[in-house]
């Protein structure tokens, strides 16, 4: 299957309700894009907005995602910015998720960054995307079909406005981020607060009217079944330094313990 052809393949797998699952990429180092690429996920997300990865970085993380395996790399830019959009896409990212869309006009103007005129505004030029050039024409012509458009819902202004959101030509997914919309509704982590919940209600109600699925960045096992009986339709599973973290605070403690043990029959 030609990249192209995978991209759409994933764009059609999230309209539908395949249960996808996506892995995420923080630290600009491509053996870690590479090794979460080859953990079996759907996507992987690759981050701009809270990482430190110049669009440099991202192409090779992209291209470290690709050399893995089937994952598709989708590019979360720092904002919806047309003009970072554009460059994402040139990368050969197979889409984008968008932080902070509180409004359908902002979501409206995602979607026509993302694709080629006279539907949108989207700058042409060939680059790795389309092989340097080898296959421009073909990517052009497949493009605007195959790309994959997650817009974020982080706040009380963008739950207020999911319908509409979600109703906008292109828009594939919505996907909350639950620290920045806890953050946002003041209960801070609380993803049992009445209000958050009642957010997220809101949120998938909405979309689901629009035929739109939400998904969600989960990082706690513990909670995917809540997740998932709230409605949420797919996830993000936990990210790159969080793994790092806690597995490097497992094994030290496993040792502290093993030692501790060793010493006291020694007494």
Known sequence: ???????????????????????WVSIGHPAVAEITGAA???FVTIDMEHAANSIETVENLVRAVDAAGEAVPIVRPPAADPVMIKRVLDTGAGGIMVPRVDSAETAANVVEA????????????????????????????EADDALTRIVQVETAAAVAAAGDIA???????????????????????????????????????????EDVLVGVFATEPDRLDDWLAMG??????????????????TMRSAFERAAAERDGTRR
């Open 232 to 249: 949420f339709d797919f996830a993000i599973v936990g990210f790159d330094a969080a793994f790092l973290v806690e597995r490097n605070e």
């Open 1 to 23: 299957m030609d990249p192209t052809a995978e991209m759409a393949a994933f764009r059609e797998a999230i309209r539908s309700g395949e249960p996808a699952v996506g892995g």
């Open 40 to 42: 079996g996920y759907d």
């Open 167 to 209: 109703g906008v030509e292109g828009v594939d997914a919505l996907f909350v981020g639950p620290t920045d919309l806890s953050a946002a509704l003041d209960v801070h982590l609380d993803f049992d607060a009445d209000d958050f919940r009642a957010a997220v209600g809101t949120v998938i109600d909405a979309a689901a009217d």
């Open 114 to 141: 993302t694709q080629y005129p006279p539907a949108g505004v989207r700058g042409t030029a060939a680059g790795r995307a389309s092989e340097y050039g080898r296959t421009f024409p073909t990517y052009l012509e």
